[in-house]
Nanobody, 113 residues
Framework: VRLVESGGGVVQAGESLTLSCVAS????????MRWYRQEPGKERRWIAS????????DYAESVRGSFTFSRDSAKNTVYLQMNNLKPEDKAEYFC???????WGRGTQVTVSS
């Protein structure tokens, strides 16, 4: 199992980013995929889920309405579209299959005010 997150960067408040997570060794269609983030000095926290069917999503209150979770089964990749970014969204972002123990290296997002 391998997960490679990318798409992070340094942006200004109000701007957007789209994160990608390319999976190998398993199918993203076989799991309810999740995104987590880890802010400096804090524990990793769940922020979004996509059901195994791909038909339903769930978001933490802190990102609901601004972030959108999607997937491309043909590319075995999931995405997190992040709009209207705020300084408090600064974190390392990780994808995860089914809430298990497999993690990638993450991708860093920094938002300046």
């Amino acid at each position: 199992v391998r997960l490679v997150e990318s798409g992070g960067g340094v942006v200004q408040a109000g701007e957007s980013l789209t994160l990608s997570c390319v999976a190998s060794g398993f199918s993203v269609d076989a799991y309810g995929m999740r995104w987590y983030r880890q802010e400096p000095g804090k524990e990793r926290r769940w922020i979004a889920s996509l059901s195994r069917s791909g038909e339903s999503t769930d978001y933490a209150e802190s990102v609901r309405g601004s972030f959108t979770f999607s997937r491309d089964s043909a590319k075995n990749t999931v995405y997190l579209q992040m709009n209207n970014l705020k300084p408090e969204d600064k974190a390392e972002y990780f994808c995860n299959p089914g809430g298990g123990t497999n993690w990638g290296r993450g991708t860093q997002v920094t938002v300046s005010s």
